[in-house]
C-alpha cells in the first residue's frame, strides 16, 4: 500500500472528542445542551474504542465521540483511538480539546497504522475518512514511523513465492534507491569467495540463491549496524518440520523486514548516523546437497560449528554476518531474528524479548518501549549456559540437545560472532495472531519504534 499520510492541516474538519470513563461528564459537559440530550439518550458508554456520531442542526454531522474506558483498559491496549477514530465515515477529523493526559503521538501513530491494507492480492476498503495530525505531535516523524511499518508488515505478508532472496533484495534496492543509500549484494558461490560460507551452505539447497545485502547510508556520526535475518522460507532442511509448522515459515525473514523498516525510518527522519544493514537471506530448503545434521562448519571468523539440527539455521546465517560486522567496529550491533519458538513460550507473541550486556542500554531501550508502547522484556545472557552451547567436537553447537533456555542459548550462539563489541539482539515473532487496534491480523513489527525512540541515549546523534 502506499505510505499513511496526515490531512491536511488547513483543511476543516469535524472534531473527535476523547472520551475516558474518569473525565466523560467533563467532556459530555463542554458539547451543546442538544448535543448532550443525544449522547444521553443514546446511551452512550465511553468503553474503549466505543464511537457515537453527533447530529449538526443541518441534520448532518458535527462530530464524534470515541470512548477509551478507564485506565485499566488503557493500561491493556494500544491504539485505541486512533483505531477508532479510523472507523468512522467519510470526512476529515481532528482531535478536540479536553484530551489531558493522553498520548497525542499514541494516537495519531494508531490513525496511520489503521490505515494499513495489505491488499496485494485481494482488494481491500481503505478507510474512508482522513485525520489531521494531533496538535504536539511531529507529523513527519510519525508518518516516517508509520511508512517504515507499512515496509515491514508487507515484506513479511508476502508468501514465499513472491518473496524469495532476490525479491527481498529488490526489496532493498528500492528502498536504497529512495533514500540515495548504497546498496551491494553478494550471490551464489561469490559468498565462498567473499568468505560467507554459513550463509552459502545454509542456502545452497534451495534453488534461489542465498546471497547477503549490505546497505549503506549516512557520512556522518556514529555508526550503527543493523543486522537482519532473512530466512525467506525455512522447511528445517534435512531435519524437515511437520507441516502445520510451515504454515508461517514465511515470516521468517522478519528480521530482515524490520530492519529494513527500522532504516526506512532513520533516514526518512535524516538522523546523523552512519548505518550499515546485512541480511543474510537464504530458503532453508531439502535436496541433495542440503547440509546435514553431524557436519561440521567453519564461519567467517573461524570458529567450527557442529550442525545438530538443520532447522537451527538462523543463527548460521546470522553468525557470518555479525562476523562481518564486527570487522568495523560499529558503535553499536543489532540484530533483529525470528530465532526461536522458546521465545514466544517465554513471553508470548506480543512483547520482543532482547539481549544486551549493558545495564544502561538495557534502561534506555526499556523507558524508550514504554514511552511509544512498543513492549521489549530484556532476558539475559546468562553465562552459566554458555557450555550448553559448546560442541565435544567442534567450537559451538548449533542446538544444544538440553532442550533448555532455548532463546538464550541461541542469543549466547550470536554474541560469540561479534568479538566482543557492544551488542543488542531482538528474539522477535513478527506476527500478529489476531486483529487489533491499529494491528491486523499478519506480519508486524516488533522491537523497531522502541529501538528508534532509545537511539538518541544509545549513540551520540
Keep these: 500500500m502506499t ?56 441534520g448532518g454531522i458535527s462530530g464524534a465521540l470515541v470512548g477509551l474506558g478507564d485506565g485499566t483498559a488503557r493500561a491493556r491496549q494500544r491504539f485505541v483511538a486512533g483505531a477508532a477514530i479510523a472507523r468512522l465515515p467519510k470526512g476529515t477529523w481532528e482531535l478536540a480539546g479536553g484530551a489531558e493526559g493522553l498520548d497525542p503521538d499514541e494516537t495519531g501513530l494508531g490513525w496511520l497504522l489503521s490505515t494499513y491494507r495489505f491488499d496485494r492480492y485481494a482488494a481491500k476498503d481503505p478507510v474512508a475518512g482522513v485525520f489531521k495530525a494531533p496538535a504536539g505531535t511531529d507529523p513527519a516523524r510519525l508518518e516516517a514511523i508509520a511508512a517504515g511499518e507499512v515496509l515491514t508488515r508487507d515484506l513479511i505478508n508476502t508468501p514465499a513465492a513472491d518473496m524469495g532472496p532476490a525479491e527481498l533484495e529488490d526489496a532493498a534496492r528500492r528502498l536504497a534507491d529512495s533514500f540515495g543509500a548504497c546498496v551491494s549484494v553478494t550471490t551464489g558461490s561469490a559468498l565462498l569467495d567473499a568468505n560467507l560460507p554459513l550463509i552459502h551452505t545454509v542456502g545452497r539447497a534451495a534453488a534461489r540463491e542465498p546471497r547477503l545485502i549490505e546497505l549503506a547510508w549516512g557520512a556522518e556520526g556514529p555508526a550503527l549496524t543493523l543486522v537482519g535475518k532473512g530466512v525467506c522460507f525455512d522447511t528445517g532442511g534435512l531435519n524437515l518440520k511437520p507441516g502445520a509448522s510451515m504454515a508461517l515459515m514465511k515470516k ?109 542500554d538495557a534502561a534506555a531501550l526499556a523507558a524508550a518501549a514504554e514511552r511509544v508502547r512498543d513492549p521489549v522484556w530484556q532476558l539475559p545472557f546468562h553465562a552459566p549456559y554458555e557450555e550448553l552451547i559448546e560442541s565435544g567436537i567442534a567450537d559451538l553447537d548449533n542446538a544444544p540437545s538440553s532442550g533448555m533456555a532455548g532463546s538464550i542459548t541461541a542469543a549466547l550462539f550470536l554474541r560469540r560472532f561479534t568479538a566482543g563489541q557492544r551488542y543488542m539482539h531482538f528474539d522477535i515473532y513478527g506476527w500478529q495472531q489476531k486483529d487489533a487496534p491499529a494491528r491486523p491480523k499478519g506480519g508486524v513489527g516488533q522491537g523497531a519504534r522502541a529501538l528508534l525512540e532509545a537511539l538518541p541515549a544509545l549513540l551520540p546523534l
Design 3 to 58: 505510505d499513511p499520510v496526515f490531512a491536511d492541516a488547513a483543511a476543516p474538519a469535524l472534531p473527535v472528542h476523547l472520551c475516558t470513563v474518569e473525565r466523560f461528564e467533563v467532556v459530555l459537559g463542554a458539547l451543546p445542551a442538544d448535543r448532550q440530550a443525544w449522547v444521553r439518550a443514546s446511551g452512550f458508554v465511553p468503553a474503549p474504542g466505543a464511537t457515537l456520531l453527533l447530529p449538526g442542526a443541518d
Design 252 to 360: 521468517d525473514m522478519g528480521g530482515a523486514a524490520t530492519v529494513l523498516g527500522l532504516a526506512r525510518m532513520i533516514m526518512a527522519l535524516g538522523l546523523k548516523l552512519r548505518l550499515r544493514v546485512l541480511i543474510p537471506t537464504v530458503e532453508n530448503a531439502v535436496s541433495g546437497n542440503a547440509f546435514r545434521p553431524g557436519d561440521i562448519l567453519t564461519a567467517r571468523n573461524g570458529r567450527t560449528v557442529e550442525i545438530n539440527n538443520t532447522d537451527a539455521e538462523g543463527r548460521l546465517v546470522l553468525a557470518d554476518a555479525l562476523a562481518l560486522a564486527a570487522e568495523e567496529a560499529p558503535d553499536l550491533t543489532v540484530s533483529m531474528a525470528t530465532l526461536t519458538g522458546a521465545a514466544r513460550v517465554a513471553v508470548g507473541p506480543d512483547i520482543a524479548p532482547f539481549y544486551t550486556d549493558s545495564a544502561a
